[in-house]
């Protein structure tokens, strides 16, 4: 949906990306409040939180080894303290949204799927999902990041719709509220959504796996430059600035990895991936 070639270099060429330190907070914060929740409730407060931040931090680089260059240039350190700290403040900011010693997830980093009628397979992983004694479910997203402007909040809410489309699929109820929380800002963005929502999310699935079928087939795949073009980690393979994207693979009836974040879809056991 941002750049069908994007979606390419990625998906199916599968260039390498460098961590960024951005990203990187991202999923160290995640990290963390998922291990919140496996404290006592009584434990769940912002100094306790603060004291997970470096042992995650560990865990994360052990995990990704590539993760030892994001502060290559950082002889003394002090970039990464000032990223730590950063960190920190947004865990902070997530106290001030909601208290966790009065919540108890059902799950948290919850692979859900569904295979819809025509074999369209949806898949994706939900941040937090909280249930209610009476089964109503409301789906939990972190962002760290700000919160989007008006008018844009439409295509923040595709991703938590379509996941109330699989959980409704799967579960043959439709969440009670889906729920944002913007740490970089401390907003929280609530919607509601009905059948109706969720019936519009699986058309638009449906059109955007027609349109990566039709470029698959074509071997079409077209630059949207944005703003968004000064962060992407490809602009030099850009045709859009000048330059030559690599040979499209030959293809394969494999699976491509799902998302690490985000939802996916596929059919014919392929998938549509970080749509």
């Known amino acids: 949906m941002t750049c069908p070639l994007l979606y390419r270099f990625r998906v199916i060429d599968r260039l390498p990306e460098r961590p960024g330190p951005v990203a990187t907070r ?23 939180a603060a004291e997970l931040i470096g042992p995650a ?26 990223w730590l700290e950063s960190a920190a403040e947004l865990l ?3 106290f001030e949204l909601e208290d966790p010693r009065r919540l108890e997830p059902a799950e948290r980093e919850f692979y859900v799927e569904t295979v819809l009628d025509d074999g369209l397979l949806l ?7 909280d249930v209610t004694a009476d089964g109503a479910m409301r789906v939990v997203d972190y962002k760290t990041g700000m919160a989007p402007g008006v008018g844009f909040e439409a ?30 800002s401390g907003e929280v963005l ?7 929502d969720l019936r519009a999310t699986e058309r638009k699935v449906h059109a955007l796996w027609a349109a990566i079928s039709r470029a698959t087939e074509k071997g079409d795949w077209r630059a949207s430059p944005s703003r968004l073009c000064d962060w992407c980690e490809h602009k030099l393979l850009c045709p859009a600035f000048g330059g030559t994207p690599p040979p499209l693979p030959e293809r394969t009836v ?15 056991q392929t998938h549509i991936d970080d749509v």
Request: aromatic share 10%; charged share 25%; glycine share 10%.
């Open 26 to 48: 991202g999923t160290l914060l995640h990290n963390v409040l998922d291990a919140l929740f496996d404290l006592a409730p009584g434990d769940r407060i912002a100094a306790r």
């Open 254 to 268: 494999t699976d491509p990895a799902p998302a690490e974040d985000g939802p996916a879809a596929g059919g014919g």
């Open 123 to 129: 898949r994706g992983y939900v941040d937090r999902l």
């Open 155 to 184: 295509k923040a809410l595709f991703q938590m719709k379509f996941y109330a489309l699989v959980l409704w699929r799967v579960r043959g109820q439709v969440p009670r509220l889906l729920q944002l929380m913007y740490l970089g």
């Open 190 to 196: 609530r919607y509601v959504p009905d059948e109706a």
């Open 57 to 82: 931090w560990e865990q994360l680089r052990e995990a990704e080894p590539e993760l030892a260059g994001l502060f290559a240039d950082d002889p003394d350190g002090t970039i990464q303290v000032s």
């Open 92 to 94: 902070e900011r997530y």
